[in-house]
């Protein structure tokens, strides 16, 4: 965060930049960095005896058990930085968290590209804020092929297409305009650039 | 079910004589930072395409490999052998300087219908004579990382041609495709690969896999997306056998060396 904040002094910063909560099991957090946050009044939950789960699996848990009932599925989104890129079993990993939690809203970001799942249980408006991201998008059947999408919105629009990894997949699409609609029988990943600003 | 072999060797810093299966490397580039054994790579590969773009990573990131000499050399050196691709995205200057060094310049930017890796692998598969195609082993440098949209457009072209070994490299992981055709042994070259590793049912659910030298080893395990997949595995030793009733993606982390 400091080196975002060139301009100031980096104390002042790491201050203003305090997380609410470290969760994990902690096998990679440096003890200067545990015990400064733990200073400040960070919550420290040492999840270190669960190995079945990721790290940010047992994030989203956290977030969700938190999180009252009543405001879970319509209020919640939950955005994460750094899920993609690095060991590529870890990218899977948290892709797969995506569909775990399905009745969740998580977008997961890197510097180049969004995602967040398309549920099958809902027709879906995408409401693209042109200013920040696209128009490079995709849409992509992981872990089950689709035997019918449909979209608008999208240079290549699907019609009841079937899609499938060994078959077409919807990658390197753009959108035209501002919305793209899309339906289909599985659940879809979106994904659309960011743009550089 | 015939048995297939998998190994690493190409990250080795030489390949072992005698070693089974006796392989012929093609080397892609796409158009993302050269990962930091690029020049080990091409060192192993008998063809060097440029996909594009990957031609000014070549142009502009092999002489940063090699520092002390002088970057004219390097890109003497490392001159690939064809250029392929939309050419929307090489540089002129690039284009012209492997052009009078006499690299084959493909144009593709009529076919707006596939991929760059895409055409490269087409392009690798036409010009390889059949009686060679299984002892064909594509090292892709620059396929993940970057744009999500393209990474899975690279992802899939190793599903489109399930026949060919295809690798996927970045400086963490490697990923290739073990198809259900076969069962398969991967020999773990541990001083350079590992110990992290995964198996991900990407295009279809398994119903049924099993390994064998895993940490986690599946056994007639079902596996998908919204259940159990295997990711943050570990391998054991020097030997993992998997077989599976889908195409299953394999994937281990590159030492930093």
Not at chain 1, 16 to 22: F, G, L, M, S
Not at chain 1, 34 to 57: A, C, M, P, V
Not at chain 2, 80 to 109: A, C, H, Q
Request: a negative charge; glycine letters at 6%; aromatic letters at 8%.
């Amino acid at each position: 965060m400091p080196l975002l904040f060139p301009e100031e002094d980096a104390s002042d910063v790491r201050r203003r930049y305090k997380p609410d909560v470290i969760k994990g099991d902690m096998d990679s957090i440096r003890k200067e960095v545990l015990d400064f946050y733990r200073s400040l009044g960070t919550e420290i939950i040492d999840k270190s005896h669960d190995q079945d789960t990721t790290d940010l699996h047992k994030c989203i848990t956290y977030i969700r058990d938190f999180a009252p009932d009543v405001n879970k599925s319509s209020q919640l989104c939950i955005l994460v930085a750094g899920a993609l890129g690095g060991r590529y079993d870890h990218e899977m990993g948290n892709l797969n968290v995506l569909y775990c939690f399905s009745s969740l809203r998580i977008v997961l970001l890197s510097d180049d590209s969004l995602i967040y799942l398309l549920p099958r249980t809902h027709h879906h408006e995408i409401h693209i804020q042109t200013s920040v991201e696209g128009p490079h998008c995709g849409l992509i059947p992981i872990g089950v092929p689709s035997r019918s999408s449909t979209t608008t919105g999208l240079r290549w629009n699907l019609n009841n297409t079937e899609m499938r990894f060994g078959g077409l997949i919807s990658s390197s699409n753009i959108v035209v305009g501002e919305k793209v609609t899309v339906q289909s029988d599985t659940d879809l990943l979106w994904t659309i650039s960011i743009k550089k600003l | 079910m015939d048995l297939m072999h998998h190994s690493s060797t190409f990250l080795l810093p030489t390949i072992p004589l005698h070693h089974r299966p006796s392989l012929t490397y093609a080397l892609v580039v796409l158009n993302q930072t050269l990962p930091r054994f690029a020049p080990l790579l091409w060192k192993h590969a008998q063809l060097r395409l440029c996909a594009d773009g990957g031609a000014n990573r070549v142009f502009d990131e092999m002489p940063l490999l090699f520092p002390e000499e002088d970057a004219s050399d390097v890109r003497r050196r490392y001159k690939p052998d064809v250029i392929n691709g939309d050419m929307d995205s090489i540089r002129k200057e690039v284009l012209d300087f492997y052009r009078s060094l006499g690299t084959k310049i493909i144009d593709k930017s009529h076919d707006q219908d596939t991929t760059d890796l895409h055409k490269c692998i087409t392009y690798i598969w036409d010009f390889a004579p059949d009686a060679n195609k299984s002892s064909l082993c594509i090292l892709v440098a620059g396929a993940l990382g970057g744009r999500y949209d393209h990474e899975m457009g690279n992802l899939n072209v190793l599903y489109c041609f399930s026949s060919l070994r295809i690798v996927l490299l970045s400086d963490d992981s490697l990923i290739y495709l073990l198809p259900r055709t076969h069962h398969h042994e991967i020999h773990i070259q541990t001083s350079v690969e590992g110990p992290h590793c995964g198996l991900i049912p990407i295009g279809v659910p398994s119903r049924s896999s099993t390994t064998t030298g895993l940490q986690w080893n599946l056994n007639n395990t079902e596996m998908r997306f919204g259940g159990l997949i295997s990711s943050s595995n570990i391998v054991v030793g020097e030997k993992v056998t998997v077989q599976s009733d889908t195409d299953l993606l394999w994937t281990i982390s590159i030492k930093k060396l």
